[in-house]
């Protein structure tokens, strides 16, 4: 039984973690322990009285009479407005009496095997395979229930947080801040670690010294953006890559957000993550339940790696969905950045030609099928543009099916043009604040999909469109963020529509495989994951900017849920091209494809480029499911490398991203093998010990962009 409770402690646990909290006073909700396992009977009742003082503090409220314990003492598991805790609360609401201080007591807990719905929010789900825990909360004056969710992931070391507010009340309950949870470390001596950039820069690596300060990371934009993702770690200072306490906290949701690491002068840090509470206020009626996002939590002793590990598995298994959940992703090819808008039948299936010539399995037709689409116009106008294809979708995706290739399309639907039918006929639809300017950007403005008649017309017309050819591959681009927005609730109510869409037009297409694109990797988030079991990485396919880009991503995302091409070269080169190398090794750590016009291409340049495709379809099982190490950082060096191991091979690649000369050795030590398996490697047997100890050699390189993929076939003794 992974939860415990005995004596008011909680005792949740994983295969290899403890997290501890208890009801302290009859009152408060006292966080006591997270970290490595200990054993189910463990009572760590004496830890709030561990540090009475000899005298009363002045400058702090006390529990009790004895005026010897202080409520900002205590490690909060949830926090509220008022009773002397003075760190950020998990809870700010206003009540009718215009009052936002709230006093909670305890009404009682339960424990049972799976996990609640938490619909609309998407979440992470059991299969038999986790327990629950409700923890009951009261705020007797405005009779506002609080429901805490923990539900623990015991295989997968990975506990889930998220809280229900119900309004039992006969008056309005206005939320002002709701957020998903709270936990008090014990300390301040760390870093914050959050995933930062912009367009073409996206999720690169920083850490914030938090000592005792308030760090804040968060998203302002209606969506989670490229500037941030929902996600940091508390590091000891001393962490890295495989040494030291790491704790996770990635939020599942798709909107504006923040995330805070507090250290406080009474020693300890506070992390508080959910919905920002900038231009947020909502009117919780009575009888009605506000669900928070839910926030996934992981611990690591010894490192990132550990960290990331968690995430990778429980996002693999227990967030994505459907078909492709467990299945090989396509090989594919983009027509975008080979023909823009200038494109016709006969440019289009020869580009699908060459690519079912390298073996590739997909070919995606990009921007500009549609209504007078050739440049920024008709987003929201789904029909087919018959001067570029005449004979519709439906010949085009046959012809694309005869060269032994699935067929697929990109949409943007959440969006709208002011040059467009849609518009014309429906101008109050988009997001706006009634008598303010409607700020376009890519002369675009965004659908109000939090009305529902928005949403039925946006499902009804993309439906036509996969009903009406054989499409088993949709690329779902969104590609601004909201400006100007009529409530304080729009942009969580635009989050909700966002996932009933989505889950409505995934339930009715269950095998078609959808992708996520938001200029790029602008809604990289475990929200998107839940519907869309991939996502665009980033519009830079630059492979050295890529390196640090998907290095990034892979902090928190499994490599499967990666889409990374090959993009836009320059070709002719005689010899081996580089370049195209590099872009390929790089692009073959995530779900592979090219995204240009292969009729370019010298001959030799196809040979090399088919190379890659059947190199990427001998190692794809290893890439998309197997355990994926980071060896060498590019934000610390020249150097990259990483690998992937299964039970069959490892795979590993390294870069070299300048020039070389005379330099200093490099040897690269593998990790997560069987040391005493034998592995095979250009005919050489080397037991995984000794590539794990010894390392391997890399020759250095005298030019730029020097990658190489190594792969070590295991030998069974």
Not at 154 to 171: F, G, H, L
């Given at each position: 039984m992974p939860i415990w409770v005995n004596d008011n402690q909680f005792h949740i646990e994983t295969s290899r973690t403890s997290y501890i909290f208890s009801l302290y006073k009859n009152r408060y909700l006292t966080h006591l322990y997270w970290g490595k396992k200990l054993s189910s009977d463990a009572n760590l009742s004496y830890i709030p009285t561990e540090f009475i003082y000899s005298r009363p503090n002045a400058t702090h409220v006390p529990v009790d009479e004895t005026n010897r314990v202080f409520v900002s003492d205590l490690a909060m598991e949830f926090s509220v407005v008022g009773g002397g805790d003075y760190a950020t609360p998990t809870l700010h609401a206003r009540y009718a009496d215009n009052s936002t201080v709230t006093e909670l007591s305890f009404e009682g807990y339960m424990v049972y095997e799976g996990k609640r719905d938490i619909s609309p929010m998407p979440s992470t789900y059991s299969e038999g395979d986790a327990q629950t825990l409700e923890i009951y909360l009261r705020d007797k004056r405005s009779n506002l229930k609080v429901t805490l969710l923990y539900t623990v992931f015991c295989k997968y070391d990975a506990i889930c947080r998220s809280i229900i507010y119900k309004n039992e009340s006969q008056d309005d309950i206005y939320l002002l801040s709701a957020q998903s949870a709270t936990v008090d470390i014990s300390g301040t001596n760390y870093e914050m670690l959050h995933l930062c950039g912009d367009w073409a820069r996206e999720r690169h690596i920083e850490r914030i010294p938090v000592n005792h300060a308030r760090c804040v990371i968060d998203s302002k934009r209606g969506m989670s953006g490229h500037m941030e993702n929902p996600f940091i770690a508390l590091l000891e200072k001393n962490a890295g890559e495989y040494m030291g306490e790491v704790f996770g906290f990635s939020l599942v949701y798709s909107g504006s957000f923040t995330a805070s690491a507090e250290g406080t002068s009474c020693g300890k840090t506070r992390v508080t993550m959910g919905i920002n509470d900038f231009n947020?206020?909502?009117?919780?009626?009575?009888?009605?339940?506000?669900?928070?996002?839910?926030?996934?939590?992981?611990?690591?002793?010894?490192?990132?790696?550990?960290?990331?590990?968690?995430?990778?598995?429980?996002?693999?298994?227990?967030?994505?969905?459907?078909?492709?959940?467990?299945?090989?992703?396509?090989?594919?090819?983009?027509?975008?950045?080979?023909?823009?808008?200038?494109?016709?039948?006969?440019?289009?299936?020869?580009?699908?030609?060459?690519?079912?010539?390298?073996?590739?399995?997909?070919?995606?037709?990009?921007?500009?099928?549609?209504?007078?689409?050739?440049?920024?116009?008709?987003?929201?106008?789904?029909?087919?543009?018959?001067?570029?294809?005449?004979?519709?979708?439906?010949?085009?995706?046959?012809?694309?099916?005869?060269?032994?290739?699935?067929?697929?399309?990109?949409?943007?639907?959440?969006?709208?043009?002011?040059?467009?039918?849609?518009?014309?006929?429906?101008?109050?639809?988009?997001?706006?604040?009634?008598?303010?300017?409607?700020?376009?950007?890519?002369?675009?403005?965004?659908?109000?999909?939090?009305?529902?008649?928005?949403?039925?017309?946006?499902?009804?017309?993309?439906?036509?469109?996969?009903?009406?050819?054989?499409?088993?591959?949709?690329?779902?681009?969104?590609?601004?963020?909201?400006?100007?927005?009529?409530?304080?609730?729009?942009?969580h109510r635009y989050v909700i529509g966002l996932y009933k869409m989505l889950d409505t037009l995934t339930t009715r297409f269950p095998d078609i495989l959808f992708e996520s694109c938001a200029g790029g990797g602008g809604r990289f988030d475990p929200g998107i994951l839940c519907y869309m079991p991939q996502t665009w990485t980033s519009d830079n396919t630059d492979p050295i900017a890529r390196l640090a880009i998907q290095y990034g991503t892979s902090i928190v995302y499994p490599p499967i849920t990666m889409g990374s091409h090959v993009g836009s070269i320059a070709v002719g080169m005689a010899g081996e091209n580089q370049f195209l190398n590099t872009c390929a090794m790089a692009a073959m750590s995530g779900n592979f494809g090219y995204e240009l016009d292969l009729n370019l291409f010298s001959e030799a340049e196809k040979a090399q480029a088919k190379s890659y495709v059947d190199l990427y379809r001998k190692i794809r099982p290893t890439i998309q499911y197997g355990e994926f190490y980071r060896l060498e950082s590019p934000f610390e060096g020249d150097n990259v490398s990483w690998m992937f191991v299964d039970s069959d091979r490892a795979v590993l690649f390294t870069f070299q991203t300048k020039k070389m000369i005379n330099g200093e050795e490099r040897r690269v030590k593998l990790r997560g093998l069987d040391e005493n398996a034998l592995y095979e490697y250009n005919g050489e047997r080397r037991t995984g010990a000794e590539l794990m100890l010894a390392g391997v050699g890399i020759a250095l390189e005298r030019y730029e962009y020097a990658s190489r993929c190594r792969v070590y076939e295991v030998i069974k003794k």
């Amino acid at each position: 039984m992974p939860i415990w409770v005995n004596d008011n402690q909680f005792h949740i646990e994983t295969s290899r973690t403890s997290y501890i909290f208890s009801l302290y006073k009859n009152r408060y909700l006292t966080h006591l322990y997270w970290g490595k396992k200990l054993s189910s009977d463990a009572n760590l009742s004496y830890i709030p009285t561990e540090f009475i003082y000899s005298r009363p503090n002045a400058t702090h409220v006390p529990v009790d009479e004895t005026n010897r314990v202080f409520v900002s003492d205590l490690a909060m598991e949830f926090s509220v407005v008022g009773g002397g805790d003075y760190a950020t609360p998990t809870l700010h609401a206003r009540y009718a009496d215009n009052s936002t201080v709230t006093e909670l007591s305890f009404e009682g807990y339960m424990v049972y095997e799976g996990k609640r719905d938490i619909s609309p929010m998407p979440s992470t789900y059991s299969e038999g395979d986790a327990q629950t825990l409700e923890i009951y909360l009261r705020d007797k004056r405005s009779n506002l229930k609080v429901t805490l969710l923990y539900t623990v992931f015991c295989k997968y070391d990975a506990i889930c947080r998220s809280i229900i507010y119900k309004n039992e009340s006969q008056d309005d309950i206005y939320l002002l801040s709701a957020q998903s949870a709270t936990v008090d470390i014990s300390g301040t001596n760390y870093e914050m670690l959050h995933l930062c950039g912009d367009w073409a820069r996206e999720r690169h690596i920083e850490r914030i010294p938090v000592n005792h300060a308030r760090c804040v990371i968060d998203s302002k934009r209606g969506m989670s953006g490229h500037m941030e993702n929902p996600f940091i770690a508390l590091l000891e200072k001393n962490a890295g890559e495989y040494m030291g306490e790491v704790f996770g906290f990635s939020l599942v949701y798709s909107g504006s957000f923040t995330a805070s690491a507090e250290g406080t002068s009474c020693g300890k840090t506070r992390v508080t993550m959910g919905i920002n509470d900038f231009n947020f206020e909502w009117r919780l009626a009575s009888g009605e339940e506000f669900m928070t996002p839910e926030v996934v939590m992981a611990y690591s002793p010894c490192g990132l790696s550990r960290m990331s590990g968690i995430y990778h598995r429980l996002y693999r298994d227990k967030l994505c969905r459907g078909r492709y959940r467990g299945a090989l992703r396509p090989m594919l090819i983009n027509n975008w950045e080979g023909t823009t808008f200038d494109f016709d039948e006969k440019k289009l299936i020869d580009i699908a030609r060459e690519g079912a010539d390298l073996g590739l399995e997909l070919f995606v037709l990009d921007d500009g099928w549609f209504a007078k689409r050739n440049g920024a116009c008709s987003l929201g106008d789904w029909y087919v543009n018959t001067d570029k294809l005449p004979r519709g979708l439906e010949y085009l995706a046959k012809e694309v099916n005869a060269l032994g290739m699935k067929f697929g399309l990109w949409f943007e639907p959440e969006m709208i043009s002011p040059d467009s039918d849609l518009y014309r006929a429906h101008p109050d639809w988009c997001v706006h604040a009634k008598g303010r300017r409607r700020t376009e950007n890519r002369s675009q403005l965004v659908l109000d999909i939090s009305r529902e008649e928005v949403r039925e017309y946006i499902l009804d017309t993309i439906t036509k469109v996969l009903q009406s050819a054989n499409i088993e591959y949709v690329k779902w681009d969104c590609n601004r963020t909201l400006t100007e927005t009529s409530s304080m609730e729009q942009p969580h109510r635009y989050v909700i529509g966002l996932y009933k869409m989505l889950d409505t037009l995934t339930t009715r297409f269950p095998d078609i495989l959808f992708e996520s694109c938001a200029g790029g990797g602008g809604r990289f988030d475990p929200g998107i994951l839940c519907y869309m079991p991939q996502t665009w990485t980033s519009d830079n396919t630059d492979p050295i900017a890529r390196l640090a880009i998907q290095y990034g991503t892979s902090i928190v995302y499994p490599p499967i849920t990666m889409g990374s091409h090959v993009g836009s070269i320059a070709v002719g080169m005689a010899g081996e091209n580089q370049f195209l190398n590099t872009c390929a090794m790089a692009a073959m750590s995530g779900n592979f494809g090219y995204e240009l016009d292969l009729n370019l291409f010298s001959e030799a340049e196809k040979a090399q480029a088919k190379s890659y495709v059947d190199l990427y379809r001998k190692i794809r099982p290893t890439i998309q499911y197997g355990e994926f190490y980071r060896l060498e950082s590019p934000f610390e060096g020249d150097n990259v490398s990483w690998m992937f191991v299964d039970s069959d091979r490892a795979v590993l690649f390294t870069f070299q991203t300048k020039k070389m000369i005379n330099g200093e050795e490099r040897r690269v030590k593998l990790r997560g093998l069987d040391e005493n398996a034998l592995y095979e490697y250009n005919g050489e047997r080397r037991t995984g010990a000794e590539l794990m100890l010894a390392g391997v050699g890399i020759a250095l390189e005298r030019y730029e962009y020097a990658s190489r993929c190594r792969v070590y076939e295991v030998i069974k003794k």
